[in-house]
């Protein structure tokens, strides 16, 4: 089976910065994503982190050490429009599929 | 282009009725995917279609049955459904690559609401 922890909420003021921490178990393992959904919205893929190491896109890192089974998504500079549900999600065997984790709500407050 | 378009964007149904969602995406595509998803909780998995076959059916009540028609379009055929069936239906859609960057792009969804 597969599982991924990540807190439930996390809260931050305008400009400042966030990590989301992710870990996982897995039988399988591709790679670890992360998807950003508004309120109402559709998840929106945000980075995919296959080998160890950092990838950045704009204000948004995400970071990934296979042998600690743990990634992260670093937010910077954040905005209100951030506030929003971030999931990670696992890439295992049965290479189609991914697995959620619960998702952690981001409240970003002025 | 990255968008993958559902309809219809809001369902009201009876216990009785038998209603369709339908998906669609032109990215060239070849796996597609449904997804239901309740109130605070992530999406959970339901179907898997692989170059139009169906490749995984995640142990779903039979009152939901998929269908492929072509490689752009994935419907979900809704019938007999309960209360409980109320949720938010996602459509995504993916290169289908074995490995590597399989990213999955989402719908918008179709909130289900069942009476």
């Known amino acids: 089976g597969q599982s991924l922890e990540q807190p439930s909420e996390v809260t931050a003021v305008e400009g400042a910065i966030v990590q989301i921490n992710c870990t996982y178990q897995?039988?399988?393992?591709?790679?670890l994503s992360w998807y950003q959904q508004h309120d109402g919205g559709a998840p929106t893929f945000l980075s995919y982190?296959?080998?160890?190491g950092l990838e950045e896109t704009g204000r948004f890192s995400s970071f990934l050490s296979r042998s600690d089974s743990y990634g992260y998504l670093l937010l910077q500079e954040l905005q209100m429009k951030d506030s929003a549900s971030y999931f990670c999600?696992?890439?295992?065997?049965?290479?189609?599929?991914?697995?959620f984790g619960k998702g952690t709500m981001l409240l970003v407050s002025p | 282009d990255t968008e993958v378009t559902q309809t219809p964007k809001h369902l009201v149904m009876g216990m009785t009725n038998k209603k369709s969602l339908k998906c669609e995406q032109h990215?060239?595509?070849?796996?597609m995917y449904w997804y239901k998803q309740k109130a605070k909780k992530p999406p959970e998995l339901m179907f898997v279609?692989?170059?139009?076959?169906?490749?995984i059916n995640e142990s779903v009540p039979s009152r939901f049955s998929p269908e492929c028609p072509n490689s752009s379009l994935l419907n979900l055929h809704l019938h007999a459904l309960q209360p409980e069936d109320s949720a938010l239906y996602l459509c995504?859609?993916?290169?289908?690559?074995?490995?590597?960057?399989?990213?999955?792009?989402f719908g918008p969804g179709t909130r289900l609401t069942v009476l």
């Open positions: 897995t039988s399988g393992f591709y790679g």
């Open positions: 279609y692989s170059y139009e076959k169906l490749s």
């Open positions: 990215m060239g595509h070849r796996a």
């Open positions: 999600a696992v890439k295992g065997s049965g290479y189609s599929t991914l697995t």
């Open positions: 995504a859609s993916s290169q289908g690559a074995a490995t590597g960057t399989d990213t999955q792009y």
């Open positions: 982190n296959a080998l160890d």
